[in-house]
């Protein structure tokens, strides 16, 4: 596909070398590399897909379960059903029934902003508002940390500049390339060690109140996995350090029923 | 009235710009690309707003089918194979060089142990068909077996555990589930893993951003 175009003048200038236009027609090159790039544009995945880290309780078998030293008043069981609905009730059933003949025991929210976080994040106030304080205060010092690196940049690009000056013969590649190394590496480990920083102070913020509200979670053979990961979401969003997700009971179920049918199903009897 | 005399342009365009970029792209393309790793079934994962990332080595895959069929997949080949050496030997099933070579190239698993030779021996399009067709059926023959036993019929547990036992400390368990996985599946994957003292691993979701 390459042309080569000679031009000549009609030889008027004899001894002169003929000049020779080389051109080569890149068209199906760029044909070929756009082929290219769309192949690896639809196999690759760019983004790393994100997960949550989950802690699930030991088996109960295995460890001797400690009496929890829970406050009664600070337990919240929060149940799953099916369809997407979202129930909780406040107080621990496995230390005190709750009111099995009242079906307002049981109330009923949803996985929207308004439902069971506004419901967390008002009892849990303190910590929400600590945290948020917090994360400003960061946003702030990294905005800071950020402008810090760029004028540090360019004092290290003013830098090379002048050696390069004093030097004459060029850019000495390797000393620009160890600056620019020693600058990166700084930067790096300051930035990592500060996000451990702040995920431990996280932690603590959470851990901090001995008013916040913990969590039993307990799922209905009918939920879904989603179910399961929006409410795991709340506890995250509401700054929620203790929660566990545990087995659905009998008596939950019955919780369930009784609501659905406005206390009908009380007329039997509490479950046992 | 003169002849105006149209000067002939010449249509060529000059490529090599245009060339320069495509190539560039191209570099850059190839350098930051991981590929997608082919998989059983395709999930739609949860979204939520964690922002944790999945570490990069070492990690062995719980992949739940929104039926509730469970496959398995590791990143390192070599480990893939001795782990399928390890459970062999629990099951009293020996493999060929043959078939370990056919398994280190299957990326993602699904099938009960006594199946695992049957399904070593077929191509990989013949596979792929049947995991497809098993699916659709929701045949017993796919899936590793879980239930909420703790003895060898569960096989998840068998899997994860020799995993275990191979790496130790450098092994990251993940789930990657749909959404729409009933949670009683999820549960049977989460209390096997419970079952061998596996309490720390991780669910794979998409991002979302905190609505307010």
């Given at each position: ?5 000679e031009?000549?003048?009609?030889g008027k ?8 236009h ?6 199906p090159?760029?044909?070929?590399n ?8 639809l196999?690759?995945s ?6 949550m880290?989950?802690?699930m ?22 149940l799953?059903d ?21 079906y307002n025991?049981l ?31 960061r946003?702030n010092?990294?905005n800071?940390t950020q402008?810090?690196q760029k004028?540090?940049s360019?004092?290290n ?16 590649a390797?000393?620009?390339g160890?600056?620019?190394t020693i600058?990166?590496?700084?930067y790096?480990k ?12 996280v ?7 001995d ?10 053979d ?8 929006n ?11 203790t ?7 009998l ?13 009908a ?7 046992k | ?11 060529l ?8 970029v495509t ?6 393309f ?6 997608i790793?082919?998989e ?6 949860p979204s939520?707003?964690s922002?944790?990332k999945i ?7 719980i992949?739940?089918?929104p039926?509730?069929k ?9 480990d893939r ?6 459970v062999?030997a ?10 370990l ?16 030779k049957?399904y ?13 067709e ?5 045949s017993?023959?796919i899936?590793?077996p ?6 060898s ?7 994860i ?9 450098d092994?990251a368990?993940a789930i ?8 009683p ?5 989460m209390?096997?893993?419970q079952?061998i ?16």
């Open positions: 596909m390459a042309e080569v175009q031009k000549d003048k009609g200038k004899k001894g002169k070398q003929k000049k020779m080389i051109h080569v027609d890149f068209t090159m760029v044909d070929m756009m082929l290219l790039i769309c192949f690896f544009m196999a690759t760019m983004s790393k897909p994100q997960t880290e989950i802690v309780p030991a088996k109960e078998t295995k460890t001797v379960v400690e009496p929890t030293k829970v406050a009664d008043d600070r337990a919240v069981t929060v799953l099916g369809e997407d609905k979202l129930y909780y009730y406040e107080g621990d059933p496995s230390k005190t029934d709750p009111d099995y003949k009242d025991t109330k009923e929210t949803s996985y929207d902003a308004e439902g069971l976080r506004a419901y967390l994040i008002g009892r849990n106030k303190k910590v929400v508002e600590e945290l948020r304080e917090f994360k400003n205060a946003d010092i990294q800071q402008n810090l004028q540090l360019s004092l690009e003013k830098a090379v500049e002048l050696i390069t000056k004093n030097k004459k013969d060029g850019i000495d390797a000393l620009k160890k600056l620019d600058a990166i590496d700084a790096k300051g930035e990592g060690s500060l996000m451990d920083g702040y995920k431990k102070y932690n603590e913020i959470k851990k901090s109140s008013e916040s509200p913990i969590i039993v979670l307990k799922a209905s009918f939920s879904t996995y989603e179910n399961l990961i409410v795991l979401d709340e506890m995250q969003i509401c700054g929620i350090s929660y566990a997700v545990v087995n659905i009971t008596q939950d179920l019955f919780l369930i029923e009784n609501y659905k049918t406005k206390g199903a009380a007329q039997g009897g509490a479950p | 009235m003169p002849k105006v005399k149209v000067k002939r342009k010449s249509t365009i000059d490529m090599t710009a245009m060339s320069d190539v560039l792209l191209l570099t850059f190839m350098l930051t690309s991981t590929f790793q082919k059983p079934v395709q999930v739609a994962t939520s707003v922002e944790i570490p990069e080595v070492n990690v062995v895959q992949l739940v089918a039926n509730g469970v496959f398995l997949s590791m990143d390192k080949q070599d194979v001795a782990i399928l050496e390890r062999g629990q099951y009293g099933i020996s493999f060929t060089n043959e078939e070579k056919k398994f280190k190239l299957i990326n993602s698993f699904g099938v009960p142990i006594k199946n695992m049957q070593l021996a077929l191509e990989t399009p013949k596979q792929d068909e049947l995991i497809n098993g699916l659709k059926k929701n017993r023959g899936g590793i879980v239930d909420t036993t703790e003895t019929t569960n096989e998840l547990r068998t899997w555990r020799e995993a275990r036992l191979l790496k130790r400390d092994l368990l990657k589930a749909d959404a729409k996985t009933p949670y599946d999820i549960k049977l994957v209390s096997t893993l079952g003292d596996e309490n720390r691993y991780n669910l794979i979701t998409s991002l979302k951003t905190i609505k307010d």
